[in-house]
């Protein structure tokens, strides 16, 4: 029996997408015999892929109305927590003028928030009623657009689906109709913080019949969070078989759990592979 180890890093990546390494055998060429065998000894891949992305998941639809002006948005590419979300929004808030500022003068007063409800896994809608006029000792920023002609509740919008997904709402206005009263609900459908959850590492010289794509070599679950690295070492052989033949090169790609290339930033990576030939 013989065994090759090969890693592949950064210098294998090609094109622009950073998903996908190629490995140029040396000499030109590698002889694969009948029966062998490959599988991963190691894998470290940077987490560098958003979950939020317009283009890709259609899914940065947001926006709110306080009074009569209904302000809507796509939120840059990026990767947002519910927490996140809920700046976003507080800094649009603040660029339209649409808050007040309580009697201390240090805290600004906004008309919607987002909570997250972690005894409910589910996130929280909160709208509150914008008035007709200034509260005793309040002020406003400079940049205020008025009050509302009668007493108007604030509104959440979730522009699409996949937006909501993120929080655990469909795709709608919270509240639907506006009754001029503080709004408070929760997600009805479980939210999903990420279209992301796994990695399917493929390479060209496997020989999976029993898969679809037949090249699937290994997979495994996200076990970090965002900016730092996902880490992987099988606890046992996963050991799967190769094609037979003459091979000037392979080629490795990484999808998510539902085969969609994975969207990575950093190809930073460091892959170690085990080839067994059972001579």
Do not use: W
Request: one cysteine or more; glycine letters at 6%; a neutral charge.
């Amino acid at each position: 029996m013989s065994s090759f180890n090969l890693v592949l890093n950064n210098k294998n990546v090609i094109g622009t997408t950073n998903n996908t390494f190629t490995y140029t055998f040396i000499n030109g060429s590698f002889t694969i015999p009948e029966k062998s065998k490959m599988c991963v000894s190691s894998c470290t891949i940077p987490y560098s892929f958003f979950n939020v992305s317009q283009s890709q998941y259609n899914n940065a639809s947001f926006g709110y109305t306080f009074g009569e002006i209904t302000y809507n948005y796509i939120m840059p590419d990026g990767f947002y927590t519910a927490t996140d979300i809920n700046n976003f929004l507080k800094v649009q808030m603040i660029k339209n003028g649409t808050y007040l500022i309580d009697s201390s003068n240090l805290n600004n007063v906004y008309y919607c928030n987002i909570n997250t409800d972690s005894n409910y896994y589910s996130n929280q809608i909160l709208c509150y009623v914008v008035p007709i006029s200034l509260p005793s000792g309040f002020s406003v920023p400079n940049n205020f657009p008025g009050f509302p002609k009668t007493a108007m509740t604030c509104q959440f919008i979730v522009g699409t689906n996949e937006s909501g997904s993120l929080l655990g709402y469909v795709k709608g206005i919270y509240p639907p109709t506006n009754t001029a009263k503080f709004y408070n609900t929760i997600g009805s459908v479980c939210p999903n913080a990420s279209p992301i959850n796994a990695i399917i590492i493929h390479c060209s010289l496997i020989d999976n019949r029993v898969a679809m794509p037949l090249d699937i070599l290994d997979s495994f679950a996200i076990n970090s969070t965002f900016g730092s690295n996902i880490n992987y070492q099988p606890t046992f052989r996963k050991d799967i078989n190769l094609t037979a033949g003459k091979f000037h090169q392979m080629t490795v790609y990484f999808t998510d759990q539902n085969n969609n290339l994975l969207p990575m930033r950093d190809s930073n990576i460091l892959l170690n592979l085990l080839i067994t030939f059972n001579i």
